[in-house]
C-alpha cells in the first residue's frame, strides 16, 4: 500500500515537473526564434532576388549605353567593374550571420548603385540615348528595381530587429540560447557616399 502510494506521488511529481519543463521551453522563446530566424532568411532572399535582377539589366544597359557616340568611357567602365565585382562575390546563407561578410556585401552594391547613378546623369547630356527606346525601357527597369531593392533592404532590417529582440530580451533568450542563435548583423541606414550626389564634370 505504502509503496503503492509512494508510485503515484512519484508519477504525480514526475508529471508536474514535465509540465513546468514543457511549459518553460514554450514561454522561453524556444519556438518562436524558429519563426524569426526563418523571416530573417525569407527577407534576405528577397534583397538577394532584388540586387541580382539589377545585376542582370546592368549588361544589357551597358551595351545601349556603348552605342552612343562619345559616352563616358570612365564612366562605363565604373559600371562594368562595380558590377564584376558584385558578380565575384561568393554568396551563401552564411552573409546573414557574418557582419564582415553583410558589410563587404553591402560596400560591393554601394559602388554598383553609385556608378550606374552617374551613368544616368551623364546620359542627360546625350540626347541621341535618351531617345533610344531601348535605353528608355533600361533606365525604368533600373529605377523600379532600385524600388524593390529599397523596400527589400527595409523588410529585412525590420526582420533582423523582431529577430534580434526574441534573441536578447529574456525569457526568449533562453530559447535562443538553447537553439545556439545570437544577434545578428543588420544593413546600415544609410550606403557609405549616399548622401552625395554625383559629380559630372565636363
Do not use: H
Request: charged letters at 25%; glycine letters at 6%; aromatic letters at 8%.
Amino acid at each position: 500500500m505504502w509503496m503503492l502510494r509512494s508510485a503515484t506521488g512519484l508519477r504525480r511529481w514526475l508529471a508536474c515537473v514535465g509540465l513546468l519543463c514543457l511549459m518553460s521551453v514554450f514561454g522561453c522563446g524556444y519556438n518562436e526564434i524558429i519563426d524569426r530566424d526563418e523571416g530573417v532568411k525569407a527577407a534576405w532572399a528577397e534583397v538577394e532576388n532584388q540586387y541580382q535582377r539589377r545585376a542582370d539589366l546592368v549588361p544589357n544597359l551597358v551595351r545601349v549605353v556603348k552605342g552612343a557616340a562619345a559616352f563616358e568611357k570612365e564612366t562605363l567602365e565604373a559600371v562594368v567593374n562595380a558590377r564584376s565585382k558584385v558578380g565575384s562575390m561568393q554568396i551563401d546563407s552564411s552573409i546573414i550571420d557574418d557582419p564582415e561578410k553583410l558589410k563587404q556585401f553591402e560596400q560591393a552594391q554601394g559602388q554598383l548603385s553609385s556608378a550606374l547613378s552617374r551613368l544616368l546623369v551623364v546620359s542627360e547630356n546625350y540626347p541621341d540615348l535618351k531617345s533610344v527606346a531601348t535605353f528608355r525601357d533600361l533606365q525604368a527597369q533600373l529605377e523600379g528595381t532600385e524600388n524593390r531593392i529599397t523596400i527589400a533592404r527595409r523588410r529585412f532590417i525590420e526582420a533582423v530587429q523582431a529577430y534580434n529582440q526574441v534573441v536578447l530580451r529574456f525569457p526568449t533568450s533562453i530559447g535562443a540560447g538553447m537553439r545556439g542563435k545570437k544577434e545578428r548583423p543588420t544593413f546600415s541606414a544609410v550606403t557609405p557616399g549616399a548622401e552625395k550626389a554625383p559629380e559630372v564634370a565636363f
